[in-house]
């Protein structure tokens, strides 16, 4: 056991004095003193730590500053392309209105008897077979019951069936309770036309009481034969289809709309005009 112990000393010395030995080495080529070497090599990881953690914060504030920064020029974008988006719809609506007064002039050109009184549509209702809108103008423009709406192109509507001091309610060529004498503007042939909705075919028009001999082709023009109600060669429709009604005997023609009654966004009103 002492002879284990004394050897254990020995060994430990012998590590004491390699260490002395390496220490004075190394101090004698840095220049730095035992104590200095000691602090030091305490010091150095903590100073390591704490550059690390000045690093990052410096690193995480300048990814905050950018961030805000960004954030700040996305809202001034979006405020930019919510300007441009408004202006295109205001020069959107500004040439949709010259194109309409464009074809206005056309139409009072060549009907020099029409009195005409513009409007908007300010709403729509369309359930079952029903199908009218609302304008802007009423009994304070002239307008009264039993005239007639018509686009710029000359399209035909509807017909006013109420009226009040500022508003007017026009009920469309699309509901099924007009019935509008018509004439295919090619052949000549006579019909009665009515909206769709009652045979299942709502937006469009039908066309009845045909000859049953009548030849009809697609794209054939219909327009109103003319009347105490409705001008004479107002457009009504485009012939999209024929066949024979139930009974075998006569013809009927399914027709496109002339007029784009759901997008509609202006109509006129024809106050005055020469029935002849």
């Known amino acids: 056991m002492k002879h284990f112990f004394t050897n254990r000393m020995r060994v430990i010395l012998l590590i004491v004095v390699l260490l002395a030995v390496g220490l004075t080495v190394i101090s ?12 030091k090599g305490i010091l150095t990881p903590i100073r390591a730590g704490v ?8 690193q995480f504030y300048s990814y905050m500053f950018e961030y805000e920064s960004i954030a700040a020029e996305n809202e001034k974008l979006k405020e930019e392309l919510a300007n441009m988006q408004d202006m295109a ?6 040439a ?39 304008i802007n103008r009423g009994s304070n423009a002239g307008i ?6 018509i686009t710029a192109n000359g399209e035909l509507v509807g017909l006013v069936s109420e009226v009040g001091n500022n508003y007017a309610v026009v009920k469309s060529v699309l509901d099924s309770s007009l019935e509008i004498s018509a004439t295919m503007a090619s052949s000549g042939y006579n019909g009665m036309v009515k909206g769709g909705y009652i045979s299942g075919l709502a937006g469009f028009l039908r ?6 001999d009548a030849t009809i082709r697609n794209n054939d023009q219909v327009v109103t034969t003319g009347s105490t109600v409705y001008p004479r060669d107002l457009i009504l429709g485009y012939v999209v289809d024929a066949g024979f009604d139930d009974t075998g005997v006569a013809k009927y023609a399914l027709l496109k709309p002339a007029a784009e009654i759901a997008s509609l966004e202006q109509v006129f009103i024809i106050t005055q005009y020469n029935v002849g």
């Open 89 to 94: 719809r205001k020069a959107d609506s500004i």
């Open 144 to 149: 009264d019951v039993g005239m007639c709406a």
């Open 207 to 212: 066309m009845n009481y045909l000859p049953s």
């Open 96 to 134: 949709r209105e010259n194109a309409r007064l464009r074809d206005l002039l056309e139409l009072t050109e060549a009907h020099e008897d029409y009195e005409l009184v513009d409007s908007y549509i300010i709403s729509r209702s369309s359930v079952d077979w029903s199908s009218t809108f609302t």
């Open 51 to 58: 550059s690390h953690l000045t690093d990052s914060a410096e």
């Open 28 to 39: 004698s080529l840095t220049g730095l003193s035992l104590p200095d070497m000691a602090v």
